[in-house]
């Protein structure tokens, strides 16, 4: 008995060929890392401003968007003088909103959302020129309300600064 011979299917060997063409031309322009000018390679972050009315909150936001910086890897820490681009960072907004309520008392709140607001301009040092400009760049985490809510909102406050400088960094560093 003779066993049916595989022919290859030409159609398909025909086809493979051309969707690979049509899908090439989306990945031309992709790459990996920072999508800043070439020049740009430091950077200097000074302490960011303070617009948002919750006191003392700029130190914890500067300390946070130094290090997702130094993570990130595209962009190196350098003093004033030395940078390539200068990144200020206006903090617009701090935002408390309940999310979950006591079983037993119904106006009170057992945990909280925490979102911080910023602006950010990222301008190259050498002629002043804005590289990127945000207005809206975002952090937020979650809190237990445990004891007084100011002890509380320090709980909250490294997370949301980290979820920020996470935002603040990937906008900087992915222009599209």
Not at 17 to 42: E, F
Not at 122 to 135: A, F, G, Q
Request: with cysteine.
């Amino acid at each position: 008995m003779a066993t049916p011979r595989k022919t290859p299917n030409l159609l398909l060997a025909a086809l493979l060929p051309a969707l690979g063409l049509l899908v090439l031309p989306g990945c031309v322009g992709y790459r990996l890392g920072s999508m800043l000018p070439p020049d740009i390679k430091t950077i200097h972050v000074p302490t960011f401003i303070n617009q948002s009315g919750e006191p003392q909150i700029e130190l914890q936001a500067t300390r946070s968007a130094i290090e997702e910086i130094q993570r990130d890897g595209s962009l190196k820490i350098a003093a004033e003088n030395q940078a390539d681009a200068i990144l200020q960072v206006k903090l617009t907004q701090y935002r408390l909103a309940p999310l979950v309520y006591n079983a037993q008392n119904k106006t009170a709140a057992t945990e909280y959302r925490l979102t911080l607001q910023a602006a950010i301009v990222l301008t190259r040092r050498s002629d002043n020129k804005v590289i990127v400009e945000n207005p809206r760049c975002n952090g937020e985490s979650t809190f237990p309300v445990v004891g007084d809510m100011s002890s509380s909102k320090r709980f909250g406050l490294p997370k949301a600064a980290a979820d920020l400088a996470h935002d603040i960094v990937q906008k900087v560093t992915e222009v599209w």
